[in-house]
């Protein structure tokens, strides 16, 4: 299985910092490889179709915005 692609799209506020964290716990308890991208450039966060940050990207399908997943939340996303 090749490795994940995780994207945290925000402007690097507090709610982004957070959820980048809560992907990053994610990613470690479910023992998973994956590459955790911060993305902070407005354009290329509009450019993707999402009005709301903090968003959450796994694999380019966007799976969470305008909210701070939790790592729960998260694992069921890396899993599917």
Known sequence: MSAIKVEVLGT???KCQQLEANAKE????LNLEAEVVHIK???QIVERGVMKTP????????????QVATPEQIKKYLTV
Do not use: F, R
């Not at 968003?55 to 305008?66: E, R």
């Open 12 to 14: 690097g506020c507090k």
């Open 26 to 29: 994610a990613i470690a308890a």
């Open 41 to 43: 450039d407005p354009m």
């Open 55 to 66: 968003a959450l990207v796994v694999n380019d399908t966007l799976v969470s915005q305008g």
